[in-house]
């Protein structure tokens, strides 16, 4: 890891919510890929980088072992979770009941007010696209889907896809640096929101598993490749 700069990790002032915004940081990265698989998460290096104390670090380490990021080992501490294909695999056929059902519902229900915010909010996603701007992307794709599993009324399952947001964002990172990618995540997610626009629940859940099936597999071949 290049420790020529630490600068973008340094948190400069105390927020009132500053465990968030270490685990913000750090998320941030384990995501980009500055903190990889196995990197040992050492407290008083994380401490010098950060500006902050023990206790915010162990804090911010303790949630984003709850994220899936972060494992802690008998004898070496905490590290960088590795990613494999076996992980992934799974949060990607979670994604796809999940966000397939929901698609789907969304469409059946959308009305002019939800097809608005969907439309807006994929025409954030694609000016985060056409920035190169990855947190933006990550946000602004949160953001997308949020709609529509707000419009659903999938709570709970939104919840579940929550939790594994900083799997999902890792993930993201991966596929999206990949010029494998036969149709890009912004296209895929105009499919999304034109069937849903268009009250068509069968297209939009085929929408999503489209989308899905060709992010999956590029991590798979990205991962199978490294392992």
């Known amino acids: 890891m290049d420790q ?6 340094r948190i400069e002032h105390t927020p009132t919510t500053l465990r968030e915004l270490a685990v913000e940081r750090l998320r941030h990265a384990i ?15 994380l401490c010098d980088q950060l ?10 380490i303790r949630y984003l072992e ?12 905490p590290i960088v979770a590795n ?19 929901a698609a789907a519902t969304c469409a059946r229900v959308a009305d002019d007010a939800v097809k608005a915010r969907l439309r807006k909010a994929l025409a954030t996603l694609e000016a985060a696209f056409h920035d190169e701007d990855p947190q933006q992307l990550y946000a602004a794709t949160t953001d997308f889907y949020q709609v529509i599993f707000a419009a659903a009324g999938h709570d709970i399952a939104w919840e579940v896809v929550q939790r594994l947001n ?5 993930l993201r990172a991966l596929t999206l640096a990949s010029t494998n990618r036969r149709i890009s995540g912004p ?21 999503v598993r489209d989308h ?15 392992s």
């Not at 500006?51 to 911010?60: I, L």
Request: aromatic residues 4%.
């Open 51 to 60: 500006g902050v104390s023990r206790s915010v670090v162990r804090e911010a």
């Open 4 to 9: 020529t700069s630490d600068s973008d990790l």
């Open 166 to 170: 900083g799997r999902i964002s890792r």
């Open 187 to 207: 296209a895929h997610m105009a499919s999304i929101c034109a069937a849903i626009c268009a009250n068509a629940p069968d297209a939009a859940a085929q929408a």
């Open 83 to 101: 990613l494999d294909w076996t992980r992934a695999k799974q949060v990607y056929e979670i994604r796809r009941l999940l966000e397939a059902e």
């Open 31 to 45: 995501i980009s890929g500055r903190f990889t698989g196995g990197y040992r998460l050492v407290e008083r290096t």
């Open 212 to 226: 899905l099936q060709d992010a999956a597999e590029i991590a798979r071949m990205l991962l199978e490749s490294t």
């Open 66 to 77: 709850a994220e899936g990021l972060v494992e802690t080992l008998a004898r070496s501490g």
